[in-house]
């Protein structure tokens, strides 16, 4: 998780390298080891890893898509925060899948694909709608249900505890005392270990404040990840674990820290500490110690700040997409491009409009865009090619990922068929279906160390009999197909090519029941 919550490219390659410096000094350690052999291969199979990770998800334009880098630019551009952007599509998925086959299926005819107007059509006076009016009708559905519930014994109270379990998410954490077993168990690992400092006492909040090094901290660990207690004469406590701050209480570090302070009371004159029994309890104690004394530490301040009210991401999408149509629907008597545009400007055009599919328009409010982002690290004005060039090392990193797999593989066939001769008519053409295969392959490849993009330290290696690589290789791999590509018009017009599917393996998804 370290990894996805970067928001520098560097700090990923630190992260990678650091991993990779770690396993290297386990290795050594474990060499010579008969009996650590599992280990050995575990360390082998987590390098593999990095290496995959480093050379398929690691370039700058691909860790742009998937890191916090994304959710940053995504937030500069819809002005809310990071938290405001979802890290998945799993919700826009399920949509899709109710939209196409639930409301796009029923105008369809035995499964054929609509026109582009009709579907336009359809969409915005039929299917949007539906959708909007099946919410509302769901909505006066769930306002029936409640009328109905408060006229049965305790329904007004089944009520009022929904509500109050939907407001108390939205409170800070606080710490109170309950029993829990798992918690104890990593208690005592942590006094086994003796992963917790001793404690030091600050007298302007009268808290006692410790640093807890975390269960899965290793030997091997440069900068360990450390967690800050902090434990106060007025019956407060407050931690920067993750446990915590999601589900309150008292979580094993804190438990820790009031185990130290007794056992510190027995040498020393240390003024005791406990902690309220119930979650009631604590926030009423909060309550008057904010109005009273304000001895409430920063970081629960700075956690109720944090529960103000969002603001309206729903309106701010919508006039978004609003603006988006009325831009891009012409005027009356306005000239439409022909659509038989041949040679020079016919490709322009077509590379206008890919570039339009995936950056930004043009015609837009790109200028005010940028206006309001400049100066930012996560302009995103300046990232339009961004996604199209993530596209495409996607594509080369997926393509040699999977060739590094089969290059073995063919090179074995290739002893195999040394001895090998050809017996019939069939497997003549079968050898010639697979020589322009890979001749294909081969050709592409010859290209890719020809562009004049490429890394400049680039040696090609033609063999033994090769000398002066360079010049052989353009000598014998042709720049251009050996066959004509294939027209990819089938009309008058010339059509914008369409962007291929991603290079990742087909995912099966189970059925989604969300309701839409």
């Not at 970081?299 to 988006?324: G, W």
């Not at 991603?502 to 989604?512: L, V």
Request: proline share 5%; with cysteine.
């Amino acid at each position: 998780m370290l990894l996805v919550h970067t928001t520098e490219h560097a700090v990923f390659v630190g992260l990678i390298a650091e991993h990779r410096e770690v396993l290297i000094q386990m290795q050594q350690e474990l060499n010579g080891n008969t009996e650590a052999l599992q280990g050995l291969a575990l360390i082998h199979g987590a390098m593999a890893h990095l290496n995959y990770l480093e050379s398929y998800w690691g370039t700058e334009a691909l860790w742009k898509s998937w890191s916090d880098f994304g959710r940053c630019v995504a937030a500069v551009r819809l002005g809310c925060t990071i938290e405001g952007v979802l890290p998945t599509t799993n919700h826009l998925e399920s949509f899709n899948g109710v939209f196409k086959n639930k409301h796009v299926k029923r105008w369809q005819h035995y499964g054929r694909a609509l026109r582009v107007d009709v579907f336009t059509s359809i969409t915005i006076t039929k299917v949007l709608p539906a959708i909007f009016q099946q919410r509302e009708l769901e909505q006066q559905q769930n306002i029936l249900w409640e009328r109905q519930l408060l006229q049965l014994p305790g329904g007004a109270a089944l009520l009022a505890q929904k509500k109050g379990a939907k407001a108390g998410q939205l409170l800070p954490p606080v710490a109170y005392i309950t029993s829990d077993e798992s918690r104890d168990a990593g208690t005592a690992l942590l006094l086994q270990n003796k992963q917790i400092s001793t404690p030091s006492f600050e007298e302007t909040t009268l808290t006692f404040a410790f640093a807890c090094y975390s269960s899965l901290t290793t030997p091997y660990d440069k900068e360990p990840i450390t967690y800050r207690i902090e434990l106060s004469v007025h019956h407060t406590g407050l931690c920067s674990c993750q446990d915590f701050l999601n589900r309150g209480g008292v979580c094993k570090h804190m438990r820790a820290a009031l185990l130290v302070l007794d056992s510190l009371r027995h040498t020393m004159n240390v003024p005791a500490v406990s902690l309220p029994s119930s979650e009631d309890e604590a926030r009423k104690l909060g309550a008057e110690l904010l109005v009273s004394a304000g001895a409430i530490p920063l970081a629960l301040r700075s956690l109720q700040a944090d529960v103000a009210e969002p603001p309206r991401y729903i309106q701010c999408a919508a006039n978004a997409v609003q603006d988006a149509m009325q831009d891009g629907i012409p005027e009356e008597g306005e000239d439409v491009e022909a659509e038989g545009k041949e040679g020079k400007e016919g490709k322009e055009s077509d590379e206008d409009t890919e570039d339009g599919l995936l950056g930004e328009d043009p015609s837009s409010n790109g200028e005010s865009v940028a206006t309001e982002a400049s100066g930012s690290p996560f302009d995103f004005t300046t990232l339009m090619t961004s996604s199209r060039a993530a596209v495409h090392e996607q594509r080369t990193s997926r393509a040699l990922h999977e060739l590094e797999t089969v290059a073995p593989k063919l090179g074995l066939l290739a002893e195999y068929l040394a001895t090998g001769k050809i017996r019939n008519a069939d497997d003549a053409q079968r050898i010639r279906s697979l020589k322009a295969s890979v001749d294909k392959l081969s050709s592409r490849l010859g290209q890719l160390l020809l562009d004049p993009s490429s890394p400049g330290d680039v040696h090609i290696d033609n063999g033994p009999s090769g000398s002066q690589g360079p010049r052989n290789l353009a000598a014998t791999v042709s720049l251009r197909p050996s066959t004509p590509p294939e027209p990819y018009y089938h009309s008058k017009c010339w059509r914008t090519d369409i962007i291929d599917a991603s290079p990742e393996k087909k995912q099966k998804r189970k059925q989604s029941y969300s309701v839409y």
